[in-house]
């Protein structure tokens, strides 16, 4: 099983990125996903989770900004990132609860680095 992230990248402050995530393998079924960001020097932090169902959750610092949508079909998780910030500047992490037949765990991905220059 893998989580493969995609479509960080350098952007201006206003600008836009849209990141991809990708689960690999096959025999599990996947519950919440979600992003994560750590900037340097600093904790872990969530930014947004969306449900199988499509319920959506998001950190304060990027409602009306960001945006999370999950293919259940692929496998898959976004995060749209409108009007980015010098602020959003991290490594982005996606994760994803993974379920077998007699356990589940939590997986992440590799991370993917954003930088927002002002």
């Known amino acids: 099983v893998q989580l493969v992230e995609s479509g960080g990248g350098l952007v201006q402050a206003g600008g836009s990125l849209r990141l991809s995530c990708a689960v690999t393998?096959?025999?599990?079924?996947?519950?919440?996903m979600g992003w994560h960001r750590q900037a340097l020097g600093k904790q872990r932090e969530l930014v947004a989770t969306?449900?199988?169902?499509?319920?959506?959750n998001y950190a304060d610092s990027v409602k009306g900004r960001f945006t999370i949508s999950r293919d259940n079909a692929k496998n898959a998780v976004y995060l749209q990132m409108n009007s980015l910030k010098p602020e959003d500047t991290a490594v982005y992490y996606c994760?994803?609860?993974?379920?077998?037949?007699?356990?589940?765990?939590?997986?992440w991905g590799q991370g993917t680095q954003v930088t927002v220059s002002s």
């Open positions: 969306i449900t199988g169902g499509g319920f959506t």
């Open positions: 994760n994803a609860r993974l379920a077998w037949s007699l356990t589940e765990d939590n997986y």
């Open positions: 393998g096959s025999g599990f079924s996947i519950g919440p």
